[in-house]
């Protein structure tokens, strides 16, 4: 298995079919704002879902929340006089995350998938209640989510749920506003939810599948520019690239060892650097000596994750699911497919990765700065130093952010604490799983930013030898807006322009037109 994610941004419409997209069609319309359209395929689905389910109502059948109570109230049957006022109830009571706000893109995210879980045929939703999520997905309107206390399911997706029936609120202008103006004013009219849609718009791991996808895609770029940061680093260090031989990488039996590798090899090709230090020294310390094999296990981390998530993602998270049966009837199922555990535990694994490759990371760019490590290059990477500290802050920076990510690895899916007066005993805390994945891979993203930034400087300290041509391409662009640092000036927008570079990809594009994509 291979993977790449940089197509995400050139996707402009995604067509829903089966509701199988992939993780580049999940994020074009999350992050990206890619226009959305159901096939006829999936419309078929949904409606001959719902006219079953309205068949079971009509004969009178007893179904958990439709026409029953939720949780431990499932003891309670609800009339269906009763039932819509049952669905509104579930999002009103339920809206009680707290805290900071979700994103845009985290939003939309939930919002996607919740689609994706209800479009698959299963929930008995309407058509017209997920078409009303679709225009607002085109439109880009957003709903305002607190975004802290979930244990894994119905408070965020009640947030956004309260906006589809025009209660809630919606950005404008970048401030939340109460929805229902908003929603006139762009011809729709606010969702008045039936029977079983309140506990499908906010059931199931629709905030937990949803926020692990944007942990998965922010992990595999940060990933990528691991390695191009390496590559930067291991000619700064001027290491000895016989540690890449592939008869040393062959001999150990992991793919992504090799992979990373062989990357590192493609990415220095043609180094003078690398060629003239090739045989300067017996073997080099850890941080070079073991990069591939320490990019490849957290690779193979990320690898795993994306199985799993992206799995979720293709699964029916709901409770009750409705299925089809050859007579023409069919049977509505109670059971326990909203537990997050398999998300929560890999978007656990996804914040492990970070710690792991980061903590490598940093561990560079320290040695580089470091003059009792650095193998002659002047301390701090600036000249005249004592009047400048070059390069010493940074490093901090870097430390401090490796050091919060190495917290952020433990294990959210380790706890559970029951709710529901003891029904829902255990919870799979997997919301904070994927939260926290999300900020991991963040942090990551600009730890190999400083990395590339202090490695960029040493290399200039080693002219007039040259970097590779893939490499050259980093230092070229970089350098139309980065300065080499002669004394002391403010760091701060230099580091988020490279930060920028590395999130949107801009250079794993240029490596890739020069040696071809970089292997996962």
Same mark, same amino acid.
């Given at each position: 298995?291979?993977?790449?994610?940089?197509?995400?941004?050139?996707?402009?419409?995604?067509?829903?079919?089966?509701? /199988?997209? @992939?993780?580049?069609?999940? *994020?074009?319309?999350?992050?990206?704002?890619?226009?959305?359209?159901?096939?006829?395929?999936?419309?078929?689905?949904?409606?001959?879902?719902?006219? %079953?389910?309205?068949?079971?109502?009509?004969?009178?059948?007893?179904?958990?929340?439709?026409?029953?109570?939720?949780?431990?109230?499932?003891?309670?049957?609800?009339?269906?006089?009763?039932?819509?006022?049952?669905?509104?109830?579930?999002?009103?009571?339920?809206?009680?995350?707290?805290?900071?706000?979700?994103?845009?893109?985290?939003?939309?995210?939930?919002?996607?998938?919740?689609?994706?879980?209800?479009?698959?045929?299963?929930?008995?939703?309407?058509?017209?209640?997920?078409?009303?999520?679709?225009?607002?997905?085109?439109?880009?309107?957003?709903?305002?989510?607190?975004?802290?206390?979930?244990?894994?399911?119905?408070?965020?997706?009640?947030?956004?749920?309260? !906006?589809?029936?025009?209660?809630?609120?919606?950005?404008?202008?970048?401030?939340?506003?109460?929805?229902?103006?908003?929603?006139?004013?762009?011809?729709?009219?606010?969702?008045?939810?039936?029977?079983?849609?309140?506990? @499908?718009?906010?059931?199931?791991?629709?905030?937990?599948?949803?926020?692990?996808?944007?942990?998965?895609?922010?992990?595999?770029?940060? /990933?990528?520019?691991?390695?191009?940061?390496?590559?930067?680093?291991?000619?700064? %260090?001027?290491? @000895?690239?016989?540690? &890449?031989?592939?008869?040393?990488?062959?001999?150990?039996?992991?793919?992504?060892?090799?992979?990373?590798?062989?990357?590192?090899?493609?990415?220095?090709?043609?180094?003078?650097?690398?060629?003239?230090?090739?045989? !300067?020294?017996?073997?080099? !310390?850890?941080?070079?000596?073991?990069? $591939?094999?320490?990019?490849?296990?957290?690779?193979?981390?990320?690898?795993?994750?994306?199985?799993?998530?992206?799995?979720?993602?293709?699964?029916?998270?709901?409770?009750?699911?409705?299925?089809?049966?050859?007579?023409?009837?069919?049977?509505?199922?109670?059971?326990?497919?909203?537990?997050?555990?398999?998300?929560?535990?890999?978007?656990?694994?996804?914040?492990?990765?970070? !710690?792991?490759?980061?903590?490598?990371?940093?561990?560079?760019?320290?040695?580089?700065?470091?003059?009792?490590?650095?193998?002659?290059?002047?301390?701090?990477?600036?000249?005249?130093?004592? &009047?400048?500290?070059?390069? /010493? /802050?940074?490093?901090?920076?870097?430390?401090?952010?490796?050091?919060?990510?190495?917290?952020?690895?433990?294990?959210?899916?380790?706890?559970?604490?029951?709710?529901?007066?003891?029904?829902?005993?255990?919870?799979?805390?997997?919301?904070?799983?994927? +939260?926290?994945?999300?900020?991991?891979?963040?942090?990551? +993203?600009?730890?190999?930013?400083?990395?590339?930034?202090? $490695?960029?400087?040493?290399?200039?300290?080693?002219?007039?030898?040259?970097?590779?041509?893939?490499?050259?391409?980093?230092?070229?662009?970089?350098? +139309? $807006?980065?300065?080499?640092?002669?004394?002391?000036?403010?760091?701060?927008?230099?580091?988020?322009? *490279?930060?920028?570079?590395?999130?949107?990809?801009? &250079?794993?594009? %240029?490596?890739?037109?020069?040696?071809?994509?970089?292997?996962?």
């Amino acid at each position: 298995m291979n993977i790449s994610v940089k197509q995400a941004r050139s996707i402009s419409k995604v067509v829903l079919s089966d509701c /199988m997209a @992939t993780l580049e069609e999940f *994020i074009a319309v999350a992050k990206y704002g890619a226009e959305l359209e159901f096939s006829p395929v999936m419309q078929k689905a949904v409606r001959d879902n719902r006219l %079953l389910l309205e068949k079971f109502l009509e004969e009178g059948r007893i179904i958990y929340g439709v026409t029953t109570g939720f949780g431990e109230n499932v003891r309670y049957i609800i009339s269906p006089e009763e039932a819509s006022k049952l669905q509104e109830n579930i999002i009103r009571s339920t809206g009680c995350t707290v805290g900071e706000p979700l994103s845009r893109e985290q939003t939309r995210a939930i919002m996607l998938m919740t689609i994706l879980n209800a479009g698959k045929g299963h929930s008995g939703i309407r058509l017209e209640t997920l078409e009303l999520i679709r225009q607002m997905l085109n439109l880009d309107l957003v709903p305002f989510v607190p975004g802290e206390g979930s244990v894994g399911y119905l408070s965020a997706e009640a947030h956004i749920a309260m !906006a589809y029936i025009g209660e809630g609120k919606l950005y404008q202008d970048g401030k939340p506003v109460p929805a229902g103006p908003v929603l006139a004013a762009h011809g729709l009219t606010p969702l008045k939810p039936s029977y079983k849609e309140g506990l @499908t718009m906010t059931n199931g791991t629709l905030s937990v599948t949803a926020l692990g996808l944007l942990a998965l895609y922010e992990s595999i770029v940060a /990933m990528q520019n691991v390695e191009i940061a390496g590559g930067l680093c291991y000619e700064a %260090l001027r290491g @000895t690239v016989k540690a &890449l031989d592939p008869r040393i990488h062959g001999a150990k039996k992991h793919l992504e060892q090799i992979h990373s590798a062989s990357n590192l090899r493609r990415l220095l090709n043609g180094s003078e650097i690398c060629e003239q230090y090739r045989d !300067a020294k017996i073997q080099d !310390a850890y941080v070079l000596r073991c990069m $591939a094999q320490i990019h490849g296990a957290a690779k193979k981390l990320v690898k795993e994750a994306y199985e799993s998530i992206l799995n979720e993602m293709h699964s029916v998270s709901d409770n009750p699911e409705i299925f089809a049966l050859e007579n023409g009837d069919g049977e509505a199922l109670m059971s326990g497919n909203f537990d997050g555990s398999f998300v929560g535990a890999h978007a656990d694994m996804l914040a492990l990765a970070a !710690a792991i490759v980061g903590n490598l990371v940093e561990r560079g760019t320290d040695r580089m700065v470091n003059r009792n490590l650095n193998d002659g290059l002047p301390a701090f990477l600036v000249q005249n130093p004592g &009047l400048n500290d070059g390069f /010493m /802050m940074p490093q901090y920076t870097s430390a401090a952010l490796v050091s919060e990510i190495k917290h952020l690895a433990n294990p959210a899916t380790s706890d559970s604490i029951p709710t529901c007066a003891n029904q829902e005993d255990p919870v799979s805390m997997a919301y904070f799983a994927s +939260q926290k994945a999300i900020v991991s891979a963040r942090k990551l +993203q600009y730890v190999t930013a400083i990395e590339i930034y202090v $490695a960029l400087q040493a290399l200039d300290f080693l002219k007039p030898l040259h970097s590779s041509p893939a490499l050259a391409k980093v230092r070229n662009l970089i350098r +139309q $807006a980065v300065p080499f640092v002669e004394e002391d000036r403010y760091l701060y927008p230099d580091i988020e322009y *490279i930060f920028d570079r590395v999130r949107d990809c801009t &250079l794993i594009d %240029l490596v890739e037109q020069e040696i071809g994509a970089l292997e996962f």
